[in-house]
């Protein structure tokens, strides 16, 4: 069986581990070009083919919920409800593995902190500037260190340890050791769960092109809050 997604986001993309897990090696995943960094996501759980984007046959999302588990309906039906819809990443490499520990090794209670989103959900994802710098302080005073990692396409300019434009490979190595993601609702959070972090997730309330039941999981690990109710 050989599918993709129609948006290629990094949440996007991790949506279809959520199928491959339940199924590993047993699906080919395809990927554009722009995007064959992502095919490290599917290590030992899918084939992957780098294709044009007119070539991609995407898997359809049935019903409403979280966009996971609209996919797995495509194989459980409604089984797929009752079904651990969170993303599974097992990549690692060995050079990655060193980069994360030397960079962690001198720093006290580590987390990775993600104040902001890609551009085209900022306005309603992003964490407000002043939300996301009490929270900084609040986190220092908790005596951790908080790991700002950001995209230099649409940046937050706050205090703080920046990692800007991080290499997935290492990412990836770096968010299993810290094992704590505190931030926003995006792709980063994803990867996070599917590294299997404890995630802390700051998010708007529903509405406004926001829905928390297409995007929160249903997991001990993941906790959500309102960042207006928590100012």
């Not at 979280?66 to 194989?75: E, S």
Request: with cysteine; glycine share 6%.
């Amino acid at each position: 069986m050989k599918f993709g997604c129609q948006s290629y986001g990094l949440g996007d993309t991790l949506f279809l581990t959520s199928l491959c897990k339940y199924f590993p090696n047993k699906f080919t995943i395809q990927l554009p070009e722009e995007k064959s960094n992502y095919s490290i996501l599917f290590q030992n759980l899918a084939t992957v083919e780098i294709c044009k984007k007119e070539e991609i046959i995407p898997i359809q999302d049935l019903g409403s919920g979280h966009y996971a588990t609209r996919k797995l309906r495509n194989l459980f039906g409604e089984v797929a409800n009752t079904l651990d819809n969170r993303p599974l990443v097992l990549y690692s490499d060995l050079e990655s593995e060193k980069w994360a520990y030397e960079y962690l090794k001198r720093k006290k209670n580590p987390v990775i902190f993600v104040p902001t989103c890609s551009k085209y959900w900022s306005s309603v994802r992003s964490l407000p500037k002043e939300f996301a710098e009490s929270l900084l302080e609040k986190l220092k005073k908790q005596s951790k260190t908080p790991i700002v990692c950001q995209s230099s396409s649409n940046t937050l300019d706050i205090d703080g340890t920046w990692l800007l434009d991080l290499d997935l490979k290492k990412y990836i190595c770096l968010l299993r050791m810290c094992k704590t993601y505190i931030g926003a609702n995006t792709g980063d959070e994803h990867l996070a769960t599917a590294v299997g972090c404890k995630t802390y997730v700051f998010q708007p309330k529903d509405g406004n092109g926001f829905l928390s039941s297409e995007w929160n999981y249903d997991h001990p690990n993941s906790e959500y809050y309102n960042w207006k109710e928590s100012i």
